[in-house]
Nanobody, 124 residues
Framework: VQLQASGGGLVQPGGSLRLSCAASGSIVRIPEMAWYRQAPGATRGMVATITAGGSTTYADSVKGRFTISRDNAKNTVYLQMNSLKPEDTAVYYC???????????????????WGQGTQVTVSS
């Protein structure tokens, strides 16, 4: 099982980016997926979460600007980021709180699964 994030890049203040994170493998269930970010010298913090049923939460700093969504059929979570600010610059990581999947004919479950980060830089 892998979480593969993509979509980062360099954007000017006020611009937009859309991040994607796809879980690959014989996935059965992922109850909750999330995006976190970590700026240089800072701790990793939650940006947004979404349950399989579509319930969402956001960090106060991104409310009204970022939108998290997911496609359960594709085991993919997205983060639409609008009105980007320089302080949004960070490495963005996707997370799955728990992944249930088939491997070697057995049903397995792993918790707190992380994808590799994708760099987002907001600068003029």
């Amino acid at each position: 099982v892998q979480l593969q994030a993509s979509g980062g890049g360099l954007v000017q203040p006020g611009g937009s980016l859309r991040l994607s994170c796809a879980a690959s493998g014989s996935i059965v269930r992922i109850p909750e997926m999330a995006w976190y970010r970590q700026a240089p010298g800072a701790t990793r913090g939650m940006v947004a979460t979404i349950t399989a049923g579509g319930s969402t939460t956001y960090a106060d700093s991104v409310k009204g600007r970022f939108t998290i969504s997911r496609d359960n059929a594709k085991n993919t979570v997205y983060l639409q980021m609008n009105s980007l600010k320089p302080e949004d610059t960070a490495v963005y990581y996707c997370n799955a709180d728990q992944i249930t999947y088939y491997s070697g004919g057995y049903l397995r479950r792993e918790s707190d699964y992380w994808g590799q980060g994708t760099q987002v830089t907001v600068s003029s």
